[in-house]
């Protein structure tokens, strides 16, 4: 087996995306939170977070075999105890990360995924992947990005937009009939996408933060096949060029609107046969 995998921040920013890998497991998040100037009641940040609950999760996947949503709870729960006491964690913009987990156990290859990131999977006995991808966060926003998305990229008025799209998503954060993402409540492990496969089954995992995934889920520059093929060979960090790439043909946002011209990349593949 073969993991590779690359990270690139958005240009002039701390990298809020993590990705780490064992042997037997593989994970990647995406930080999320209050636009810059915002007040989130954390004094940490968004990138710490993503880091500490990423770091927590690969540890506990190689001690532990317990269910992935139960590992899951646990690292919320675990990461929210190393500052609860320093930091406000009921203000509503406490930093908050989506979470793809991959375990390969004796036979089979168990999955999670929890907000945007996506999972690619490349199965043997069908030629299109199997995408896994939470969309209800997008569900939520598609009523609300009408105004953002129509305002050009970088411009303040874009800006001042994307500000008050995050704060009307806000009210939908971890409620039901909202969207859930790994933040301070446990319960919204129990909310992930779970699935377990045979691993003879599966030829390959990618997995893509959302500022990586748009090549394909945004710009319609690559299908989900070529996504798998171009991460292969040449690998990660071309596609991760290649978004860079279209982001600059398009700077504004005129062709695809998008909330952040730039936003964090990362993009894993994990080749198991
Ligand atoms: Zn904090």
Known sequence: MRVTFATEAAPGRPNEDFVAATPNAVVLLDGAGAPAGSESGCVHGVAWYAQS??????????????ALA??????????????????????????????????????????????????????LDTAEPLVVCDDREARVGAAHRAAMDALPSG????TAAHRRYVETLRDH???????????????????????????????????????????????????????????????????????????HDDPDGSRWPRAKAHDDATAALWKLS
């Open 173 to 247: 954060r971890n409620r039901d009939g909202g969207f859930w993402i790994a933040a301070v409540v446990p319960l919204a492990a129990e909310q992930a996408l779970t699935g377990t496969l045979p691993t003879e089954k599966v030829r390959a995992a990618a997995l893509l933060s959302d500022g990586a995934s748009r090549l394909a889920a945004r710009f319609h520059l690559t299908t989900w096949r070529q996504t798998l093929d171009l991460l292969d060979d040449p690998g990660p960090a071309e596609l991760i060029r290649r978004v860079r790439e279209a982001e």
């Open 70 to 123: 139960e590992i899951l709870a646990e690292a919320i729960k675990t990461v929210a105890s190393l500052h609860d006491f320093v930091c406000d964690l009921t203000h509503p913009d406490s930093p908050s990360a989506t979470v793809v987990m991959l375990r390969r156990t004796a036979d089979a290859l168990d999955y999670l995924v929890l907000a945007d990131s996506v999972l690619v999977l490349d199965m």
């Open 155 to 158: 411009s303040p008025e874009h």
């Open 53 to 66: 609950l990423g770091s927590t999760l690969i540890t506990t996947l190689v001690q532990d075999d317990k």
